[in-house]
């Protein structure tokens, strides 16, 4: 995402400056190394991250068996996660010590039985699948991914939903101690998504709890985050602590922040650009900034699964 006005963050704010500096030193090397040309997969090269714990039971499928998947080394280097900076690679170094245990999701508004869910219960009451999903990013960089988790919907329905819920909201955790980027006012804190109801109790919208078999890295949104892969990644919201059942539209993070550039709806749809760019093509993470830009299609490939959620609305409008 790229915001107009708003200040970045200096990679020295949020960390000792020998690190800092250390860390230039060796952008710098490699850029000349490569030519001037920094590949996303090699920027964890200088630092050993943590890998998160594997999976025990997860159950698989054979939805998206074929597509070419992304390495998983690049899919935990190269992210959107401004509570821990505006850098693709911010998130991968600062985010390494977030605290992601004990972690409960408070569930409240229109439905019988608001209440809370803790991490565990999640993870070992509800069968965790793996689907492998496109994920495209409304900058045109897009990747193919082993998702592990469930349909949102399997967790929404214990909370029993009113019929005056008609959309959901989510909230990201708000925690500026742990999380150096909500210092900044650089979104207005905590990143906020909302959908639909239909939207969020289709079987394709997916809580996700693991990549590739194992936990979520922090990166990526530890402990728990949304993918819906007919929509822009900005809706898969990350480090979910809130889910609200709502009679009106909820407010969204990027919505709100830039209206005309990002809209409440967010569907792939490479006839509507953004205004500054165009939507119809997109580069697969991992195979470098020179390669060959594919074509992006309707709801990011899922048209046959989805497109009928809209059918009647003008997509131009609601963008
Ligand atoms: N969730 C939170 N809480 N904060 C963020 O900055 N960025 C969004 C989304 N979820 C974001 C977030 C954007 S713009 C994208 S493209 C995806 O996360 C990126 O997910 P990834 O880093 O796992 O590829």
Sequence with gaps: MLIKKAARIASSEITDEKHWKQRRQFL???????GGVLSPSILLADEAEKLPAAMPHIKHTDYGKGLKTTAYKDIRA????????????D???????FIT???????????????????????????????????RCVEGWAMVVHWNGFSLSELLKRFKPTSKAKYVAFETLYDPKQMPGQKRRVL?????????????????????????????PNQNGAPLRLIIP????FKSIKSIVSIQF????????????????????????????????????HRNIGEGIFSRKQKTEMFNGYADEVA???????LKKYF
Aim: hydrophobic share 35%.
């Design 28 to 34: 710098k090397s490699f850029a000349l190394v490569a």
């Design 308 to 314: 009928h959620l809209y059918s009647g609305m003008d």
């Design 230 to 233: 007919w929509k822009y990644g």
């Design 188 to 216: 207005d804190w905590p990143y906020r998504e909302g959908l639909r109801i239909d939207e969020a109790m289709h079987p394709l919208t997916m809580m996700v709890t693991g990549i590739y078999g194992r936990l979520l």
């Design 101 to 135: 245990r004990p972690w409960t999701i408070k569930v409240s508004g229109e439905c019988e039985a608001a209440g809370e869910i803790g991490m565990e219960d999640i993870l070992s009451q509800i069968t965790q699948q793996e689907r492998i999903y496109r994920f």
């Design 246 to 281: 709502t009679e009106t539209q909820p407010v969204a993070t990027w919505n709100q922040q830039v209206a005309k550039e990002y809209g409440f709806y967010a569907n792939v749809n490479p006839q509507v650009d953004h205004p500054r760019w165009s939507q119809a093509y």
């Design 78 to 89: 190269y992210n959107n996660f401004y509570e821990f900076g505006t850098r693709k690679e």
């Design 91 to 97: 998130p991968a170094r600062y985010a390494q010590d």
